[in-house]
């Protein structure tokens, strides 16, 4: 199949259809002297009931992607292009309080580190209960059944201790349900994962994510998870994007991601990746280090460490490319 | 590997503190005191407690810039080399109090255990008496010289930089590269003077200034106080014989404190800018970017 | 032929202070590692593989059991076997930046180990820092030396740190957890490197992570630790194609494998609960409380480290059923 050129992932329905559709994004922040491109030109999708993985290693831009998209850049940050269409309506468009009452009911986050996250001085239960008035205009009893409700659902046997206790005492796997209780607690459509499993234990991991899957599936919501690690996004996504230095360089739904990977640094990401299915074979790895975002290489920005870069990779950027049903890649090899 | 080291490290300290303003004023009115310290001499017009040079509470004149005090000494020339002593004394007062403070803290907050305990015992006895009934004691026992001064202010300053010092010395010792130290086989004096010691500095040069600020404040209300030493003119001296005469020749009392004002303020200010130019936090470069 | 490190029995137990409460860290753990082996401990938060780690690295003492390193107890030797267990012993921690004195230049915090065992060498320092530096592949050797930790990158530092432990050519090292902060295309690179550096050397290894998909690489044997205890012990191969116990069952099923095919066609095991914390007087056996198939006598008595087949030890009394 000839590549087509495109604009994003192949659009799979109208801007309302969509429920997140992110086109050419991009998000800068100036730090003294120096600029840092950390998101530059990116497109997204989230349809509704899927679960999107975006994934990339540190300077990637993932997780400013995700910032941007909630509102929550850091010092220094400015928008410099780009639309976030959220059903429909770009959210860089609407007033303050609109964007907080959508960021607050339809789109909920779950951090890393849940204990920035939660107020340490505040009984759980509170900080649940608050959010759920706020937003659902219930009275605290009812909020209080709904969430000790939620809570146990969540596989929290104890909800009604649990309610009362500070963030201290529970522990780092059940923190992040309570943080998944927050952000479930008024039926988001869309729920975005930043990298929420890193600093768990693997068995922990399991269970959050299979809880994730849960409450989603039975809320209908959508779910963005950033992540690093390629065994999440193997296990958990529908559609996977991969990121490097700013930009979205390949995107696929995941069976054709892992089975057929068309970027370089997509295939040499899959090739370095540690699993326990790998036997004693010598372990292969990208040369060179991740791309300066204050002072990115022109053209590719990949190109100084591909091993099939061509003349071209150096001094223009390529173009986003359809090479398969949903799969497009951002590469000269393809054209 | 050890040439140009410092110099590096002054600079790269001079870039990150130059864009603060208030620091650089600060500074610069510091620099302003000392060079009048030094060169009391060659500035001033007449030496240091001359009565008569001219008539008592002369008006301003070239010859007397800020006029005459009681007994006809010229108040320029005295806040001159009032600047000597204070910043003399102060300086000597936090010298001794550091070296002390650091070595109490260095080990009470690296060995820990019954010998902290101990150390911190000394230090709270010291933090709890009263400056004026210490001075009290000391003139007494041993009279009223400068250097009773740098005494009773150094054994009034140095318990705090001891506290600090443990501080600093508490956590870097759980540090993984103190680990990493002592695995590669260093003992207990290259741990302390090499590898925590560097790391608490920066504390110790903010506190340093701090220190220095009030060590000034200190002098001064000794010497006005009557506790200093009265052959050596210093600011605080100057307020102590301006108390009787502020109708006939408020700048007898007026200049000296102004010096105090600005030189305390230019040192809390150099203190602060430093601890800023020195927070780690701000020292994140390439080596961490973005996700 | 003797083993070169021997854990005997080992125990380790803190005292939380003011509530009286006692935390078994390490709870009677026992193996050996001998020459040219690289040995792999996993485990997850609270098993107790970091503190044990600290143990053999002599940042602290064992409450019982014994350490033996070339056959002397660690904790009672003679200056002279001091010297050359500290010399013969290091490690590569986890966090690359808070393992490098950030006030040191990369080539200071390299010299300190050559300054302190080899101070009288014809050789000047500088020269085996920047040989050194070429080893662990970070030239040009000479811009290296005095570049801070700050200025230089995670994977960067990883390698002074390797570097640093492997400068006496020492012949054990361990190396905790030592590609966990760092990027995927980076850690292959990492791994590699001490696996050359292995080759080179002879020196045996010590990998503590909580992920086997680290260790499935670069390890002879593994232990599975928990809640400070060994639950299996194994060589690499009988672990990874025949898991015995209910946990190190678990903790493969919820190693994620990147690739999505393989992954969805797994059987699931998802245990219920978090890890117990290590408090407490239970008597039977720790994992009793989240195993799937645990019964009655296993809540009674606490099963021993059994040798199965092969060296293949288990820590249950239905090893294989789950």
């Given at each position: 199949m000839m590549p087509t050129p495109t604009d994003g992932l192949a659009p799979q329905g109208t801007d309302e259809d969509v429920l997140l559709r992110v086109r050419r994004l991009a998000m800068h922040i100036v730090r003294g002297t120096e600029v840092v491109h950390a998101v530059d030109g990116v497109d997204l999708d989230v349809g509704r009931r899927q679960i999107v993985g975006l994934v990339g290693e540190s300077g990637s831009g993932k997780t400013m992607t995700c910032r941007t998209i909630m509102g929550l850049l850091p010092q220094g940050g400015t928008v410099s292009q780009g639309q976030i269409l959220f059903k429909g309506r770009d959210l860089l468009q609407l007033p303050k309080d609109e964007i907080r009452d959508i960021q607050g009911r339809e789109i909920g986050i779950i951090f890393q580190n849940p204990s920035s996250f939660l107020n340490p001085v505040m009984r759980i239960g509170e900080q649940i209960v608050e959010s759920v008035m706020l937003h659902q205009g219930k009275t605290r009893r009812e909020a209080k059944q709904h969430v000790i409700e939620a809570l146990l659902k969540l596989g929290l046997p104890r909800a009604k201790a649990v309610f009362d206790y500070y963030p201290h005492q529970l522990s780092g796997g059940m923190r992040q349900r309570v943080m998944i209780a927050m952000a479930m607690a008024c039926q988001p459509d869309l729920l975005i994962g930043d990298e929420c499993t890193t600093e768990l234990d693997v068995t922990t991991q399991l269970q959050i994510l299979e809880l994730l899957k849960e409450s989603v599936v039975a809320a209908g919501s959508s779910l963005l998870l950033i992540t690093h690690n390629l065994g999440v996004v193997a296990y958990m996504c529908d559609t996977v994007y991969v990121m490097y230095a700013g930009q979205v360089v390949e995107a696929a739904n995941v069976f054709d991601l892992f089975d057929d990977p068309k970027h370089p640094y997509t295939v040499g990401l899959l090739k370095s990746t540690l699993s326990i299915e790998g036997g004693n074979a010598e372990l292969v790895s990208i040369k060179g280090s991740v791309a300066d975002l204050t002072d990115p290489p022109a053209g590719c920005r990949f190109h100084p460490r591909c091993p099939r870069a061509m003349e071209q990779c150096k001094t223009t950027m390529p173009g986003t490319l359809t090479v398969g049903a949903q799969h497009t890649v951002s590469c000269f090899l393809y054209t | 590997?050890?040439?140009?080291?410092?110099?590096?490290?002054?600079?790269?300290?001079?870039?990150?503190?130059?864009?603060?303003?208030?620091?650089?004023?600060?500074?610069?009115?510091?620099?302003?005191?000392?060079?009048?310290?030094?060169?009391?001499?060659?500035?001033?017009?007449?030496?240091?407690?001359?009565?008569?040079?001219?008539?008592?509470?002369?008006?301003?004149?070239?010859?007397?810039?800020?006029?005459?005090?009681?007994?006809?000494?010229?108040?320029?020339?005295?806040?001159?080399?009032?600047?000597?002593?204070?910043?003399?004394?102060?300086?000597?007062?936090?010298?001794?109090?550091?070296?002390?403070?650091?070595?109490?803290?260095?080990?009470?907050?690296?060995?820990?255990?019954?010998?902290?305990?101990?150390?911190?015992?000394?230090?709270?006895?010291?933090?709890?008496?009263?400056?004026?009934?210490?001075?009290?004691?000391?003139?007494?026992?041993?009279?009223?010289?400068?250097?009773?001064?740098?005494?009773?202010?150094?054994?009034?300053?140095?318990?705090?930089?001891?506290?600090?010092?443990?501080?600093?010395?508490?956590?870097?010792?759980?540090?993984?590269?103190?680990?990493?130290?002592?695995?590669?086989?260093?003992?207990?004096?290259?741990?302390?003077?090499?590898?925590?010691?560097?790391?608490?500095?920066?504390?110790?040069?903010?506190?340093?200034?701090?220190?220095?600020?009030?060590?000034?404040?200190?002098?001064?209300?000794?010497?006005?106080l009557g506790f200093g030493d009265p052959a050596v003119v210093s600011w605080g001296l100057m307020l102590h014989n301006a108390q009787k005469y502020f109708n006939q020749n408020w700048l007898m009392a007026f200049i000296p404190g102004l010096s105090i004002f600005l030189t305390v303020l230019a040192l809390n200010l150099v203190g602060e800018g430093l601890a800023e130019a020195l927070n780690p936090r701000r020292n994140v470069r390439a080596a961490s970017l973005p996700r | 032929m003797q083993p070169l490190l021997d854990i005997i029995a080992v125990k380790k137990s803190f005292k939380v202070r003011g509530t009286g409460v006692v935390v078994r860290a390490v709870d009677g753990v026992s193996f050996s590692i001998g020459r040219n082996e690289t040995f792999g401990l996993a485990g997850e938060s609270g098993c107790g593989k970091t503190t044990l780690s600290r143990l053999i690295m002599g940042l602290a003492d064992p409450t019982e059991g014994t350490i033996r390193f070339a056959g002397n107890d660690?904790?009672?030797?003679?200056?002279?076997?001091?010297?050359?267990?500290?010399?013969?012993?290091?490690?590569?921690?986890?966090?690359?930046?808070?393992?490098?004195?950030?006030?040191?230049?990369?080539?200071?915090?390299?010299?300190?180990?050559?300054?302190?065992?080899?101070?009288?060498?014809?050789?000047?320092?500088?020269?085996?820092?920047?040989?050194?530096?070429?080893?662990?592949?970070?030239?040009?050797?000479?811009?290296?030396?005095?570049?801070?930790?700050?200025?230089?990158?995670?994977?960067?530092?990883?390698?002074?740190?390797?570097?640093?432990?492997?400068?006496?050519?020492?012949?054990?090292?361990?190396?905790?957890?030592?590609?966990?902060?760092?990027?995927?295309?980076?850690?292959?690179?990492?791994?590699?490197?001490?696996?050359?550096?292995?080759?080179?050397?002879?020196?045996?290894?010590?990998?503590?992570?909580?992920?086997?998909s680290v260790l499935r690489n670069m390890c002879d044997r593994i232990g599975i630790m928990y809640l400070g205890r060994l639950v299996e012990l194994a060589t690499s191969e009988q672990l990874f194609s025949n898991p015995q116990h209910p946990y190190t069952k678990a903790l493969l099923a919820a190693t994620l494998v990147p690739n999505p095919r393989i992954e969805r066609a797994r059987k699931r095991i998802v245990l219920a609960g978090d890890a117990a914390s290590p408090v407490g007087n239970s008597h039977g056996c720790r994992f009793s409380g989240r195993c799937p198939i645990a019964k009655e006598k296993c809540r009674q008595t606490e099963p021993g480290l059994v040798d199965m087949n092969a060296g293949h030890q288990v820590a249950c009394y239905f090893p294989g059923m789950a």
């Open positions: - | 590997m050890k040439d140009w080291h410092f110099l590096r490290q002054a600079h790269s300290l001079w870039e990150r503190f130059s864009p603060n303003r208030l620091g650089v004023f600060g500074l610069v009115i510091l620099l302003f005191y000392v060079l009048i310290a030094l060169f009391a001499n060659v500035l001033a017009i007449y030496p240091p407690l001359m009565t008569g040079s001219g008539p008592s509470f002369a008006g301003l004149s070239a010859a007397h810039p800020f006029g005459t005090d009681n007994l006809g000494r010229d108040i320029f020339s005295e806040t001159l080399y009032g600047a000597r002593a204070t910043l003399v004394v102060s300086f000597l007062a936090v010298v001794a109090s550091t070296v002390v403070g650091l070595g109490f803290g260095a080990i009470a907050g690296y060995f820990g255990g019954w010998v902290d305990e101990a150390l911190m015992r000394i230090t709270e006895v010291f933090l709890v008496i009263p400056a004026i009934f210490l001075a009290l004691v000391f003139v007494s026992i041993f009279g009223g010289s400068a250097w009773n001064v740098v005494g009773v202010i150094a054994l009034l300053s140095w318990p705090q930089m001891a506290r600090l010092v443990r501080a600093e010395f508490l956590v870097i010792k759980e540090q993984t590269y103190i680990d990493a130290a002592r695995t590669s086989g260093a003992g207990n004096l290259h741990v302390i003077f090499r590898e925590i010691l560097p790391n608490a500095i920066s504390t110790v040069i903010v506190n340093v200034s701090l220190t220095q600020a009030s060590a000034i404040l200190i002098e001064s209300s000794l010497s006005f | 660690i904790a009672k030797q003679s200056p002279q076997q001091y010297k050359h267990y500290r010399r013969n012993v290091q490690m590569v921690f986890q966090d690359p930046y808070a393992s490098l004195n950030p006030r040191k230049t990369v080539g200071e915090s390299l010299s300190l180990a050559f300054t302190v065992h080899e101070p009288n060498s014809r050789e000047s320092i500088e020269a085996r820092v920047c040989k050194l530096l070429e080893d662990v592949d970070l030239r040009p050797a000479g811009a290296f030396l005095s570049r801070y930790p700050h200025q230089i990158s995670g994977g960067q530092r990883q390698r002074v740190a390797i570097a640093r432990a492997i400068s006496l050519n020492p012949q054990l090292v361990l190396a905790d957890e030592a590609v966990a902060a760092l990027d995927m295309s980076i850690r292959a690179e990492i791994l590699n490197l001490l696996k050359n550096a292995q080759v080179r050397t002879g020196a045996s290894y010590l990998l503590v992570s909580h992920d086997l």
